[in-house]
């Protein structure tokens, strides 16, 4: 993300938005969320989707006749708005005129770590939330992740049966659930997961489990057939248990990005104080939950 300088008139006021500059290009790197979430720019303040599963299985098309027509199957409407964000200090003018300048670049790093902190705390809402049932994006009541999504004739599920524990033998267990996805008509489109999503606690063991050659937790040294692919480290999610996995293909939680993360100035003439503050907006949701599983762990 960018930052404009415009708005800083004289020196001292440049050198605050300077400083500015250079801690977001610091903080702005270090936002795993984009490892998981698919993040556009946009000119529109409300985004809606109607998405469509995938059509019924090919019929056969008979010598000489008109070929079959299907229609795609609506999964429901979904939108996301976006919303305004913004955090400021003021610096009076004692400070200024006693070159209390230290303390201004240090209230200029907290302004860009709080929204730095509200990115990172919004993006990963998503999958905090993921298991809640007053989590809903297109079925009512249904979470995110959940063995209740519906379909023709059924349900479909994208979550582990039982609540486990991050171990060799359930993330295989998730791969499994992938492989056997089956879309809204029913038809098999299985899912195969290449990301691991964990929280600061599961990283040892998520590095364990997709970074070593040899089968881990063992000691009869088999090859480890689930090594690769990879694993992201968000220290945003709230739970100590709980841990995804996600087919890297699948764009479905989505944000966009309407103002980047942009410094601003006045002047209080009431006070003679220097008002410095920043603003974007932004949105953020689920715009399907299929390519994302999970359990809630132990």
Known sequence: MTMLLSAFPNQYNLNVAERMVERWGTRGAQL???????????????HTSDKVSTFGAMGEWPDGTAIPIDTALAMGLYTQTLKRYGEGFKVGPMLVRYGSMQTVMDWADSLIDSAWVTLRAAFASLLNNGFSASYAYREAGVALI????????????????????????????????????VDYRGKLTPLRIDQMIVPAELEVVGMQIKGSPMEPFTSDHQINPLAGGGI???????????????DSTRKNLTGFVGLEYTPGYYREQSSESDVFYGKMDFSYGADDWVGLLGSAGV
């Open 32 to 46: 795993p969320y984009l490892q998981y979430v698919s993040v556009q720019s946009t000119n529109t303040l409300v």
């Open 146 to 181: 959940s063995a209740s999504h519906t379909t023709a004739g059924g349900t479909r599920s994208n979550i582990l049966a039982a609540a486990s524990a991050l171990t060799f033998s359930s993330w295989d267990a998730l791969r499994q659930v992938a492989a056997s996805h």
């Open 232 to 246: 992201t480290m968000d220290e945003f999610l709230t739970s100590a248990t709980a841990w995804f996995g996600r």
